[in-house]
């Protein structure tokens, strides 16, 4: 494109018809040019076509390429259809042939021929410059996104010359667009939108061919967003901007939401539209959160333009409605689950402000135009399935609740309904989700007032008032129902709780004292509130939303309605009479007294007066009190007269205060003179005893404690406190910088060390300095001055240096110096807060240097704190790039040069804080290395997005401290002497290490500092600097193989593992599972970014190379099967990984097939887990490596391979009752197939009618869907979001049993202890340690469930009763020390622990099956005794009345006492 630069003249433009008179004009003056020559050939010529080619010459010479564009048009439509011998008579352009090709086209192809290019890019190129010019604006000027009126009309012209070009076939819509995309800027929106009207270039044209989707999707973005904001020319700017966004959403939408018959063939379309309108969105609803702010004005009304498309009128029948239904209900997904931030503690107390009428109207207005295509009843059942899938943000959902009710009413209906389903699913399962969600619903509805829904106190008497309400059959319902209420007292609005406490639930009286312990809960709050019941007005209205009036203006409100009532009926009402003898405690001191307040009384009686008279009849209003009333109206109205006084407050001295002020000034003006020194000293404890009057120690209870225990998350302090320290920190920041005025830090004096010494005396005002030193430094940092980051970082410097003084700080995690909490909480994760950190260390490591500047290393060591050394060796060769290079010679200027010199910035000051030679000295030590975890760990901080380093430069960097600084560095400094095994090794450790600390010790962060772990880190980064380096480990591993040296001792990454793993395991806490649960996932995460074929290696034995997996099978059977999302389960990443590496690896084998059919029989054997994560997701996993198979090798899949494939169409055969002969040999693999099939099946098959279709010699293949359905059976028990539900599993097991009727192979499953059961003992390397622990809960479960006659044939298994008896000593075991398990998906910890009413359940039906078992069950004597020693002395009796029954008979006997 920069030739065609070059060719233009800044020219006035000329028509080129007025240009061709004016050449001929001045060809007769001058016949020796060009020009004349050819205009005298044209006179010559009668031929037409001469004429054309001499004034395309002339063009050639005299006319600009991008001006002829926009000059060259069609003629109108007359000559267009006119022939040969039409004229107009005039010499104007329509007097020039059109036959033939175009002028326009005639010259571009000469200019091509000339330029050795095509003409289809010539005229690419051309129109794309006209565009961009037409795209600038002025400077000064912000970006448009319409075209002025003039840069219209040229567009105009630009359409028509383009459409001529294509006409010709001289221009190239594909080249055209890539033209575009490598333009300085993206085009203006409305040349886009010319471009896609006129059908030159469509829009869907335009993004596909642009392969950078992000920037794309940015320029739309902003451009959408500035469409919205800017309405243009207000005679036509706002039609043509309407125009532009009704044409772009309905693309938008029509390419996000395609059905599928109608998928383009445009690939990246789809979700290039869907990031968009998800983007739009997501302002949209970022305006609305702002809607508050005078700021966001301008963006709420743009924000309201785009919500125009979701009216249903913009599309004009160009989308389908169930397209429009697909975008409605993605979008309204997307509100509800926008930012959600909230919890649900907030959500409580917050919710009264989220009303229909309290919520922004643009939202409300959104919500209703969402509603338009859909009934109440799918809406309401879309709701319940965001919040039963979803996190969910909590504002919008009620407001969401409140627009639905208020605008369709149908709705409240369905609500009820979805309210009823809440509770009824909460107390079946006891399930506190659905116990929050039908109370915040609940609320949100009766905010909308009596017609929209009933109030609150209504709702809760009707749930939660009688017998039969949802907690009334059973005491556990109960507990539930109170237990749930009680957690919600800390969060709750004073109104609810006292609904809870006045309308309390249905309570038997039997469990009176359970309700009574949560009255005095919710009391006590109330009280914490200062809100009393005692004090409730009588009319007061127990659901009202907005907070309860003062109990004397409630009470005053209470009378004036009494009064209203008593007017109306004529009689005392019946809420005073009941307050009266009921409530006399506010009856008599708040609504008697506020009846009976003192005023002059009228002449005739008022109703006031009437209604004291009639409750003075009844008795109401004692005889002393109403004639204290009557003396006090009367001398009322002498008071009227009367002035009223007025008392006069008086501030309180603040005398201290002005002492300490001048007592830190004189002690400025003593250590700024040189000759009263001498006097520092005095001075600083004068400024101890005025400090001592202002913050008082005199309790002594701080020197007791060994340490202060500080908030370093929100440091706060009081007004007077924050002034007492200001004043001090100001003192010593200008102490110091008048003794840097004429001498260096070394040369100060002690006065700072005094001054620190004379704070540290101070216990509770050290602390108070502290919390505000942690508020300057930590969480102001960035906005502090050059002056102010040198006092502060020289203070801490004097703290360390009176390290043994200062206490050591409790931050609630552990306890700490104060500098290497200052060090913690130091930030490097971003720009802003790199540069202040950087700053901050530069002052304190240079003014710690300066203090012994000619003093030995180990002297030194007192006054740097290695901590902040340690951020300095980080940072300075991460944001100064010379600081990578070693520098020949040592710097030897004085450090305090660094400071002092005012024309230093801080990068020339780190720079020269990094050669001083003391500075190297340090470096050495080994407590001052910053070793490559250390580097690693920090790095891992750094938020990519706002990182001082561009993507490159922080990629260069990387590989600098990796490979030059770390790699090849020895160990005594940190690095890992070449060794890319131990480097690997570092990198893993460091990321694991980083990721427990975010998750666990963020408590230690600022808040708005702690970073999102995976996402808001540079972790992607270092895991590509770990796959750079394990990708050059497998080639060193390939060439080793090759080479016939491998010494294989199992791969790095495993043994890691299972020293990490063995770490974690040394206690078996709660805690501990917590982290190996964390552990583990970060684990996986790190393994299947790696690449696949480190889970196998390949190992040369004979000549031949083969591949071994033993390594990744114990980390499946020792630590993944605790951590499955499933039981028996792995994830799908991991488990695609493994396979992708297995095919993959195969290929270094002689015979690929083979070794894969090798590998998956070793996996039957060995690692059954991995079988069963494939037969689960083998729809999913069968196209991948299918393709990646054919990929790899022209040979027909591995035989193993197809076994799998034959079984999924095996299984889906038996689940339609057709079954043929099994695929494969394993009955293991065949009954994962067909279990997980049955569960993924939509229709309600039984299991039962499935197994009765397949053979009957499937015995193994029974029993192994029995283990299956048992897991599931054990996972429902533990938590309720398994695939199958309880009652579903049950089922499926009792199918199962009734199929293993004849056989005894059923009760193998359940001997978990027993050893040598093949082939079915190796299904424990699968499960779960806690479910195997839970067998007993299964076992007790499922048989008493079955019926009588298939109890009696299992019963008559001789082993049965032993195991039996086995189970419930497990049951027992388990009532007696509870099992921690988690309850949800979130690993949130929960104690689980067997009900006494399932203990008691396996008793009676143990003691049924000691009672009913056949005599031979009874045969193994010893065994039976050995597995009844721990049972309870019901059982045991039982059991021992059975093994004796000849002696039985002594039980009818008469007892002999003597």
């Known amino acids: 494109m920069s030739y065609l630069k070059k060719k233009k003249k800044k020219k006035k433009k000329v028509p080129v018809a007025e240009m061709l008179v004016r050449l001929s004009v001045r060809n007769f003056k001058n016949k020796k040019s060009k020009a004349a020559r050819l205009v005298k050939k044209r006179h010559q010529s009668e031929n037409e076509q001469d004429l054309q080619e001499a004034a395309i010459q002339l063009l050639n010479h005299h006319q600009n390429l991008g001006d002829l564009l926009l000059e060259v048009s069609p003629p109108p439509p007359k000559v267009l259809c006119s022939k040969e011998g039409s004229n107009c008579g005039k010499p104007e352009v329509q007097t020039l042939p059109v036959n033939g090709d175009s002028i326009l086209v005639s010259a571009l192809q000469r200019q091509a021929s000339k330029l050795g290019v095509p003409v289809s890019v010539l005229s690419a190129r051309t129109i794309v410059e006209r565009i961009w010019e037409l795209s600038m604006v002025p400077e000064g000027t912000s970006r448009s996104v319409l075209l002025t009126t003039e840069k219209r009309d040229k567009m105009a012209c630009l359409i028509l010359s383009s459409k001529n070009l294509l006409s010709h076939n001289a221009f190239s819509r594909l080249l055209f667009c890539k033209e575009i995309w490598k333009a300085e800027k993206p085009p203006v929106l409305e040349v886009v939108w010319h471009l896609h009207k006129e059908s030159i270039v469509s829009l869907e044209e335009l993004l596909e061919s642009n392969s950078k989707s992000a920037a794309e999707i940015d320029w739309l973005h902003n451009d959408l967003r500035l469409l919205c904001s800017d309405p243009g020319d207000p005679t036509q700017g706002s039609e043509v901007c309407w125009q532009i966004f009704s044409d772009f959403v309905t693309v938008l939408v029509r390419n996000a939401f395609q059905e599928s018959q109608e998928l383009s063939k445009l690939k990246r379309i789809p979700q290039v539209c869907f990031t968009v309108l998800?983007?739009?969105?997501?302002?949209?609803?970022?305006?609305?959160?702002?809607?508050?702010?005078?700021?966001?004005?301008?963006?709420?009304?743009?924000?309201t333009f785009w919500s125009h498309g979701f009216d249903v009128s913009v599309y004009r029948g160009a989308i389908s409605v169930g397209t429009l239904k697909q975008f409605f209900i993605h979008t309204l997904t997307q509100i509800l689950t926008y930012e959600p931030q909230l919890k649900v503690s907030d959500a409580i107390g917050m919710q009264s402000e989220w009303s229909f009428a309290k919520t922004c109207p643009l939202l409300t207005s959104l919500y209703r135009k969402l509603f338009v295509l859909f009934t109440a009843e799918e809406l309401m059942a879309h709701l319940q399935q965001v919040l039963e899938t979803h996190e969910v943000n909590w504002q919008n959902v009620l407001s969401c609740v409140s627009t639905l009710l208020v605008c369709q009413v149908q709705a409240q209906q369905k609500l009820k309904d979805l309210l009823t389903h809440l509770l009824t699913s909460a107390f079946e399962v006891y399930e506190l989700e659905s116990m929050i969600t039908a109370f915040l619903l609940a609320r949100q509805a009766s905010l909308e007032g009596p017609a929209v829904f009933i109030s609150y106190s209504e709702w809760f008497k009707i749930s939660f008032g009688n017998a039969s309400s949802y907690h009334g059959n059973s005491k556990k319902s109960l507990v539930f129902l109170l237990k749930f209420l009680s957690d919600l007292v800390p969060f709750e609005p004073p109104q609810y709780l006292k609904v809870h406490v006045l309308h309390p639930p249905y309570v038997p009286t039997k469990y009176r004292p359970l309700l009574l312990e949560y009255v005095s809960l919710a009391k006590t709050r109330l009280a914490d509130l200062k809100v009393s019941i005692e004090e409730m007005g009588l009319y007061e209205d127990l659901s009202a939303v907005e907070a309860a009036a003062q109990p004397q203006c409630q009470?005053?409100?209470?009378?004036?309605?009494?009064?209203?009532?008593?007017?109306?009926?004529?009689?005392?009402?019946?809420?005073?009479?009941?307050?009266?003898?009921?409530?006399?405690?506010?009856?008599?001191?708040?609504?008697?007294?506020?009846?009976?307040?003192?005023?002059?009384?009228?002449?005739?009686?008022?109703?006031?007066?009437?209604?004291?008279e009639s409750l003075k009849k009844a008795d109401k209003i004692p005889a002393s009190l109403y004639s204290t009333y009557i003396q006090a109206c009367q001398k009322e109205k002498q008071r009227q007269l009367e002035g009223v006084s007025v008392e006069m407050k008086s501030d309180k001295p603040r005398e201290p205060l002005c002492l300490l002020k001048a007592g830190l000034n004189e002690l400025t003006h003593l250590i700024s003179d040189q000759d009263k020194v001498e006097d520092v000293s005095a001075q600083i404890a004068l400024v101890s005893e005025v400090l001592k009057s202002i913050i008082n120690d005199s309790s002594g209870d701080l020197f007791k404690e060994p340490s202060i225990k500080l908030n370093v998350v929100a440091p706060k302090l009081e007004p007077l406190e924050t002034e007492v320290t200001d004043l001090i920190m100001k003192s010593f920041c200008q102490n110091l910088l008048e003794s840097s005025k004429n001498n260096p830090p070394n040369r100060h004096g002690n006065w700072a060390s005094l001054y620190v010494k004379m704070l540290c005396g101070h216990r509770l005002l050290l602390k108070i300095v502290l919390t505000r030193l942690l508020q300057l430094t930590c969480h102001q940092g960035p906005s502090l001055s050059g002056v102010h980051i040198l006092g502060l970082s020289a203070?801490?410097?004097?703290?360390?240096?009176?390290?043994?003084?200062?206490?050591l700080v409790d931050t609630g995690v552990h306890l700490v110096s104060?500098?290497?909490?200052?060090?913690?909480?130091?930030?490097?994760?971003?720009e802003e807060s790199m540069t202040f950190c950087l700053r901050f260390c530069i002052a304190a490591v240079s003014y710690g240097l300066c203090k012994l500047e000619t003093g030995s290393v180990e002297e030194m060591q007192a006054y740097v704190p290695h901590g902040i050394f340690k951020k300095l060796?980080?940072?300075?060769?991460?944001?100064?790039?010379?600081?990578?290079?070693?520098?020949?010679?040592?710097?030897?200027?004085?450090?305090?040069?660094?400071?002092?010199?005012?024309?230093?910035s801080w990068k020339s000051s780190a720079l020269a804080l990094w050669r001083h030679y003391n500075f190297r000295k340090l470096a050495k030590l080994a407590e001052f290395k910053l070793t490559f975890k250390d580097w690693v760990?920090?790095?891992?901080?750094?938020?990519?997005?706002?990182?001082?380093l561009s993507e490159s430069e922080r990629q260069e960097y990387q590989h600098w401290a990796c490979y030059q600084q770390y790699l090849q560095a020895c160990p005594d400094v940190g690095g890992c002497a070449g060794d890319l095994v131990t480097a690997c090794t570092v990198l893993i450790n460091a990321i694991l290490d980083h990721s427990q600390r975010s998750k666990t010790v963020n408590s230690m962060q600022p808040l708005g500092s702690v970073l999102c772990w995976y996402s808001n880190t540079c972790y992607t980064d270092i895991i590509c600097r770990l796959q750079e380096m394990v990708f050059d480990l497998e080639l060193m591993q390939a060439r080793a193989v090759a080479a016939g040296a491998l010494h294989e001792d199992g791969h790095f990454l495993f043994r890691l593992i299972r020293e990490r793993f063995s770490k974690i395991q040394i206690n078996q806490s709660l805690s501990s599972q917590l982290v190996q649960q964390q552990e583990l996932h970060a684990i996986t995460r790190i393994i299947t970014s790696l690449p696949p074929s480190v889970l196998l290696r390949t190992n040369l034995e004979k000549k031949k190379i083969s591949l071994k997996c033993e390594d990744f099978f114990h980390f499946v059977n020792a630590e993944q099967k605790n951590g499955c999302f499933r039981a028996c389960v792995l994830p799908y990443d991991l488990t695609v990984h493994f396979f992708r590496g297995l095919l993959s690896s195969s290929i270094a084998c002689k015979k690929p097939s083979h070794a894969v059919n090798a590998v998956f029989t070793e996996c039957y054997l060995k690692c059954p887990l991995l079988m069963s994560s494939a037969g689960f997701w083998w729809p999913k996993l069968e196209p991948v490596l299918w393709s990646q198979w054919s990929r790899l090798i022209e040979e027909p899949v591995p035989a193993e391979l197809q076994k799998m494939s034959d079984c999924q169409i095996w299984a889906r055969s038996a689940l339609c009752g057709k079954a043929g002969s099994p695929p494969s040999d394993s009955p293991f693999v065949l009954a994962a197939f067909l279990y997980f099939s049955f569960l993924r099946q939509s229709s309600n098959i039984n299991i039962g009618a499935v197994l009765g279709?397949?053979?009957?010699?499937?015995?193994?293949?029974?029993?192994?869907?029995?283990?299956?359905?048992?897991?599931?059976?054990?996972?429902?028990?533990?938590?309720?979001?398994?695939?199958m539900d309880l009652l579903r599993a049950k089922e499926c097991c009792i199918d199962i049993v009734k199929h293993l009727e004849d056989t005894g192979n059923l009760i193998i499953l359940f001997h978990v202890q027993e050893k040598g059961q093949s082939p079915y003992q190796l299904l424990y390397t699968m499960m779960p340690d806690?479910?195997?622990?839970?067998?007993?809960?299964?076992?007790?479960?499922?048989?008493?469930?079955?019926?009588?006659?298939?109890?009696?044939?299992?019963?008559?298994?001789?082993?049965?009763?032993?195991?039996?008896?086995?189970?419930?000593?497990?049951?027992?075991?388990?009532?007696?020390?509870?099992?921690?398990?988690?309850?949800?998906?979130?690993?949130?910890?929960?104690?689980?622990?067997?009900?006494?009413?399932?203990?008691?359940?396996?008793?009676?039906?143990?003691?049924?099956?000691?009672?009913?078992?056949?005599?031979?069950?009874?045969?193994?004597?010893?065994?039976?005794?050995?597995?009844?020693?721990?049972?309870?002395?019901?059982?045991?009796?039982?059991?021992?009345?059975?093994?004796?029954?000849?002696?039985?008979?002594?039980?009818?006997?008469?007892?002999?006492?003597?």
């Open 555 to 612: 009470a005053e409100q209470d009378v004036e309605k009494a009064i209203v009532l008593f007017v109306n009926m004529r009689r005392i009402p019946a809420s005073v009479m009941e307050a009266s003898i009921f409530r006399r405690p506010y009856y008599m001191s708040r609504f008697l007294p506020a009846l009976l307040s003192p005023r002059v009384l009228p002449d005739k009686p008022d109703s006031q007066m009437t209604f004291i």
């Open 818 to 830: 104060f500098t290497e909490c200052v060090t913690q909480l130091l930030t490097c994760s971003t």
């Open 873 to 904: 060796q980080y940072l300075i060769p991460r944001l100064a790039a010379e600081a990578r290079v070693e520098s020949v010679e040592d710097g030897a200027e004085s450090v305090w040069s660094i400071l002092s010199d005012p024309c230093l």
């Open 1253 to 1283: 279709g397949i053979d009957e010699d499937c015995e193994q293949l029974l029993v192994f869907l029995l283990f299956f359905s048992v897991v599931d059976l054990i996972s429902s028990k533990l938590h309720h979001t398994e695939t």
């Open 1330 to 1458: 806690l479910q195997i622990e839970l067998m007993p809960l299964a076992f007790y479960c499922l048989f008493p469930s079955l019926d009588q006659n298939l109890l009696s044939s299992v019963m008559k298994r001789q082993d049965f009763l032993h195991v039996a008896l086995q189970m419930y000593s497990g049951m027992v075991k388990l009532f007696l020390d509870g099992v921690d398990v988690s309850t949800s998906r979130d690993k949130q910890p929960s104690s689980k622990q067997v009900d006494s009413a399932e203990l008691m359940g396996a008793q009676q039906f143990l003691l049924q099956v000691i009672s009913q078992c056949p005599q031979e069950s009874f045969a193994y004597r010893k065994q039976l005794e050995d597995a009844c020693a721990d049972l309870d002395p019901e059982v045991k009796a039982a059991l021992t009345f059975r093994l004796n029954p000849i002696d039985n008979d002594s039980l009818y006997e008469e007892p002999d006492f003597l």
């Open 937 to 948: 760990m920090a790095e891992l901080d750094v938020q990519p997005g706002r990182d001082a």
């Open 278 to 303: 998800d983007a739009m969105l997501s302002w949209v609803l970022g305006a609305v959160s702002n809607d508050k702010q005078e700021q966001e004005s301008l963006r709420v009304k743009a924000a």
């Open 795 to 807: 203070f801490v410097i004097d703290l360390h240096e009176s390290e043994r003084m200062v206490p």
